[in-house]
């Protein structure tokens, strides 16, 4: 090694240096280079500076004659990391180039961030004789960075909170419905319900009379996430309170108003109420989708429609009420509009296919026919993308 550190630094010995001399002629052009730019001596002990241009001084505020013979550490200061120093310190050990971005402070005391590349200069015989440090200021955009994973990290948050909200409104939605269908004697029922990542709305109850037959509801909020939640939860209420109407129009009056009352701001809720017998099936439906209904004695499929309002938009809306005379193996389906408006990569709904399919499946239960219509709505999709729950519920006369 031809280095040696015991070299004093003696400022003539400074002046004389040819190295300096030939930088000095550079100098004029490297004086209109925006970055800094220093050569220290290896040579000597502490590594000092020999040479630094305007843009130095510009950087860090010193003034060349200042920094002469001084190692550049005393730009360092309180908050410089100290691994990012000990990675210089390792690299000029190692005689290797050696790029950081190192927080410093100007002769003023303010910090600023310096993008420093240190290169190693060999002389012939390739011993490293002195080192040249380029230096940027980088600050802008390293605040531009942290500004930006500052704001990443709060959206990141906020996303989390969403995602939160969004669980908690897809619980509140099932915490809503039955937990499990009537085992009735005359009646075979089913029900497939598939949410929508964001959850939809839908909704369906039970009721069982003291005679025991069957009071159900099915129904669709206008919305998505809580503010769907929040109709339904008011819905169910009103459901439970007066399941025992006889009147369906009654019921979808009476809710319609309620719901009104309550002040939920542009939140409807489509809903069917609907009673059932052994013998008779009677309804009534405040915007919801057609119904299917199979004549097992005709051996034909029906779309039963009555049309309506849904629920909190007009209280004296005239709903109508529909009913069908029913016989043994009969059967009737109701879904939510999801179903109908599932679409697929050309946009195309599958609400065509369902007539069809149901009339396939007459011959199977209940379960069956539930989640077949479920699945292929969901297959309609082909990437199985569900864009608003759905919901079906068949009923068999036993
Ligand atoms: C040519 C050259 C330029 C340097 N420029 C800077 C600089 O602008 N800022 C800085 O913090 N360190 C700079 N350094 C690094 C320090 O001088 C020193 O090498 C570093 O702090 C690690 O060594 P130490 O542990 O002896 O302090 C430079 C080093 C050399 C050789």
């Known amino acids: 090694m031809s280095k040696s550190k015991s070299k004093k630094i003696d400022p003539p010995d400074l002046v004389n240096d040819p190295l300096k ?30 040479y630094a241009n305007e843009g130095f001084e510009r950087l860090t505020g010193y003034d060349r004659q200042e920094v002469m013979g001084r190692n550049c550490r005393f730009l360092q200061g309180q908050d410089t990391d100290p691994e990012t120093i000990q990675e210089i310190r390792q690299a000029i050990r190692d005689q290797v180039p050696v790029t950081v971005e190192i927080l410093n ?21 390739g011993n490293v004789t002195h080192f040249i440090g380029l230096q940027s200021d980088v600050t802008e955009r390293v605040h531009a960075e942290k500004a930006l994973r500052e704001a990443t990290l709060k959206l990141e948050a906020v996303n989390r909170n ?41 909704y369906y109850d039970f009721h069982i009379d003291r005679q ?14 809580l503010k ?50 052994p013998d008779e099936l009677v309804y009534s439906s405040a915007g919801m989708p057609y119904a299917l209904y199979y004549d097992a004695t005709a051996s034909v499929v029906r779309e039963l429609v009555v ?8 209280p004296d809306f005239p709903y109508r009420k529909k009913q069908i005379k029913l016989s043994r193996n009969d059967l009737i389906v109701f879904l939510s509009d999801g179903i109908l408006e599932q679409r697929n990569s050309r946009n195309e709904f599958f609400e065509d296919h369902v007539n069809p399919l149901f009339a396939t499946l007459t011959a199977h239960t209940p379960v069956h026919i539930a989640n077949t219509l479920i699945e292929q709505a ?14 079906v519920l068949v009923l068999r006369v036993k």
């Open 105 to 125: 402070y100007r002769k003023d005391s303010v910090p600023f961030w310096n993008r420093l590349s240190n290169t190693p200069v060999r002389d012939h015989e």
């Open 21 to 50: 001399d030939q930088l000095e002629l550079k100098d004029r052009a490297l004086s209109v280079a925006v970055e800094g730019i220093t050569i220290s001596d290896f040579s000597l002990d502490g590594n000092p500076i020999i």
């Open 162 to 202: 969403m995602k939160n909200d969004l669980e908690a409104a897809r619980e509140l939605q099932l915490d809503m419905l039955p937990e499990r269908v009537p085992d009735l004697p005359y009646l075979d029922i089913a029900v497939q319900m598939k949410t929508a990542q964001e959850v939809g709305g839908d």
């Open 307 to 314: 049309k309506g309002m849904p629920l909190a938009a007009f």
């Open 228 to 277: 769907a939640g929040t109709i339904v939860t008011a819905t169910k209420a009103l459901f439970n309170m007066w399941a025992h109407y006889k009147n369906p129009v009654r019921f979808l009056k009476r809710a319609s108003g309620a719901l009104k009352d309550m002040g939920f701001r542009n939140m409807y809720m489509a809903l069917v109420f609907a009673k059932i017998t």
């Open 378 to 391: 969901v297959h309609w999709n082909e990437q199985g993308q569900v864009f608003d729950d759905m919901t």
């Open 212 to 225: 025991g037959h069957l009071t159900f509801t099915i129904g669709d909020a206008t919305g998505h996430g």
